[in-house]
């Protein structure tokens, strides 16, 4: 699966208490997403990328849980971690193939993907790959900027994505529905006007972007065949 996720679902998770309610930016609807994909999983070996100080990790404990976070403040993040029970960090970037990473069922990423250099996409999900058991499946939400035009950005993340799944010899959960060529659409839940001012005001790059994009989030699944 690679596509956008929509207002529709997000509107279930906040019913079905995945999102948080008082969450209202676009990491709270990736978290929501997340937290829906793998409600109810126990017994599990679980690795979040780029976790920082996770807000999912926590409500996971019935599993064995990993974070590969380096706290060196990417993309704005932590640069120091707190002590979280039962969560083992291990400080690597995916690409680099930290050999402390263990063999797990399921690697999730929220909001992180989008920051890995698009030279590095195919190393990074590789490591990835390389990490996961057979039959397990790596769930990501990425962000992704849109306009009422088609953005070179957004075209070529979602053409690097689907690459760098494929030479990872992943399977799609389901086959991509996303075009590169896709525009703003007001059904896909995105970022809240209050948090896309908050980033103008500490980002060049989003002090441009911010008034005339949106972002909003791809939701990925797949599987490492058996």
Not at 55 to 78: C, I, Y
Not at 105 to 118: G, K, L, N, Q, R
Request: some cysteine.
């Amino acid at each position: 699966m690679l596509d956008v996720l929509r207002k529709t679902e997000y509107f279930e998770h906040l019913t079905e208490g995945h999102a948080v309610r008082k969450d209202h930016t676009l990491k709270g609807i990736q978290d929501g997403w997340v937290m829906a994909q793998l409600a109810g999983t126990k017994g599990k070996r679980l690795l979040e990328v780029g976790g920082g100080n996770s807000r999912v990790l926590p409500n996971l404990k019935d599993n064995k849980l990993w974070n590969a976070e380096k706290f060196e403040g990417v993309g704005n993040g932590p640069t120091a971690p707190k002590e979280l029970d039962g969560v083992t960090v291990i400080p690597t970037f995916m690409g680099e193939f930290h050999p402390d990473v263990p063999e797990v069922d399921v690697v999730f990423s929220i909001s992180v993907v989008e920051h890995i250099p698009f030279e590095k996409y195919k190393d990074a999900f590789a490591d990835m790959a390389r990490c996961l058991a057979p039959g397990g499946t790596m769930y990501h939400a990425v962000d992704l900027p849109l306009g009422d035009e088609p953005l070179p950005v957004a075209q070529k993340r979602i053409r690097l994505l689907i690459s760098a799944i494929e030479d990872a010899g992943l399977k799609w959960r389901e086959p991509p529905a996303v075009e590169p060529d896709c525009t703003f659409k007001c059904d896909m839940a995105s970022n809240s006007d209050l948090t896309m001012w908050m980033w103008a005001r500490i980002s060049e790059a989003s002090r441009h972007a911010s008034p005339i994009y949106q972002i909003v989030t791809l939701k990925l699944i797949a599987d490492k065949p058996l």
